[in-house]
């Protein structure tokens, strides 16, 4: 028996029957359905790392550093494999006897060695969990990639979060364009507003409060690149007297009651469970009473809080995310009243569109950059989140607080 079909038989009690793709080994040999994707095993080192880490962390192990490789359009083989992992109650667990049925087809194929070591590109990060110096390194291994790779993915003002599309047909940087406006509405914004941006990324928030609301904008980041970003389009715009950014732990912000109003754009999703109440107070001591907190957020259900072993391993380490409806009592216990909560799943997977068709416009450039295992571990991660928005799996919300003790200035019907 060739080797794909030797790992065929192997993997029938852990597929439920029949492969769900057409599968190539290094051998030549194929197995599987010919009218399903084409999975390729370029290499033994593939199923070690499959035997070492079973399903999602070591598929993704394998395909990032190109050891197996997908010979369709990764969106819709990824789709087709839900779709069977679905059907068949996937994943499901063999007998003893089929376990070992598969040891000694695997042995027999001489791959019961130790994989190789992790992929370069997989994070490594060590500390107490969510501890400050933790929290830069991990901010540091997903955002300090340079910046010129960031700006070759998103639009010109480098906003990392999803847009608000009107329609299908606009473009990202209308859609970006369209979000910060929302965000700087709800907030209330005009000239003279201080505001505070908890999570600043590369400045899109604010300078677009600065440069079109007149507002007088902080912004914090513990992001050294993002921080450079920053300064040199506020120099560029004229705009010292009215943005200041600061290498900054949002745990270290010293304002109390002091900003009118208080913006944190998918920023929460990186501090943690344990340190989400602190967050949430963070944003509520620092705005004035009666003053507006928009904060824009990731959320999920399921067994992944973190996204899956690919995203915590290879993307965004110590992650957490949970239902809107839990990220809503924590901030009502931080402070907050909860006024308006505004749903954009959908508006995600049009902004990830918009930043997959980029990455592949500059695909020749991000290779240069960065090389070709981080634009794999960036494609496997695009087009994942995609589907996981698309899905239901993940979603996204806007919600709109005021802290009470004061008056506030939000109009009794909303027509954002």
């Keep these: 028996m060739n080797v794909a079909s030797t790992l065929a038989e192997a993997a029938r009690p852990f597929v439920g029957g029949d492969l769900p793709v057409r599968l190539r080994a290094w051998d030549g040999s194929e197995a599987g359905p010919v009218d ?18 079973p399903g999602e962390l070591g598929a993704a192990q394998a395909y990032v550093t190109g050891e197996l490789e997908v010979h369709h359009d990764l969106d819709d083989a990824l789709t087709h ?11 499901k667990r063999p007998s003893p006897a089929d376990l070992a049925r598969a040891v000694r087809a695997v042995a027999g194929l ?33 955002y300090d990639l340079s910046n010129e790779f960031y700006s070759l993915i998103l639009e010109e003002s480098m906003a990392y979060s999803s847009g608000y599309h009107a329609s299908p047909s606009v473009s990202l940087e209308e859609a970006q364009r369209a979000k910060l406006d929302l965000v700087c509405r709800k907030l209330g914004l005009s000239s003279g ?12 928030l604010s300078l677009h409060a600065a440069e079109h609301f007149g507002a007088q904008v902080v912004g914090v980041t513990i992001a050294a690149e993002q921080k450079k970003f920053i300064d040199a389009r506020i120099a560029e715009r004229g705009l010292q007297d009215r943005v200041q950014i600061r290498l900054q732990d949002y745990r270290e912000v010293p304002e109390r009651d002091h900003f009118d109003a208080v913006g944190s754009i998918e920023m ?6 344990g340190n989400y109440p602190t967050y949430a107070s963070v944003l509520a001591r620092s705005v004035k009473p009666g003053g507006r907190v928009l904060v824009q957020q990731m959320s999920r259900t399921g067994k992944w809080p973190g996204g899956g072993p690919f995203i915590e391993s290879f993307i965004a380490p110590d992650m957490y995310m949970r239902p809107v409806g839990e990220t809503v009592a924590y901030l009502e216990r931080g402070g907050l009243e909860v006024r308006d909560v505004h749903a954009l799943r959908e508006h995600y997977v049009l902004t990830v569109a918009g930043w997959l068709e980029r990455f592949e416009k500059n695909l020749p450039r991000l290779v240069e950059l960065v090389g070709e295992e981080v634009v794999r571990v960036w494609r496997l991660y695009l087009v994942g989140g995609s589907m996981a928005f698309r899905d239901g799996r993940m979603g996204v919300d806007q919600i709109l607080m005021v802290r009470p003790g004061g008056p506030h200035s939000l109009p009794p019907v909303r027509d954002w």
Excluded at 81 to 91: D, S
């Design 36 to 53: 399903a994707p084409l999975v390729e095993l370029r290499s033994p080192d593939a199923v070690r790392r499959l035997l070492r880490h």
């Design 81 to 91: 494999a839900f779709a069977v992992a679905r059907e068949r109650g996937l994943p």
């Design 110 to 142: 001489g791959l019961l060695r130790l994989p190789p070591a992790a992929p370069a590109s997989q994070a490594r990060i060590r500390g107490r969990l969510h501890s400050p110096l933790r929290d830069r390194r991990s901010i540091s291994h997903h």
């Design 193 to 204: 507003s201080t505001m505070l941006d908890v999570g600043c990324g590369w400045g899109s």
């Design 268 to 273: 929460g999703e990186h501090v943690g469970e």
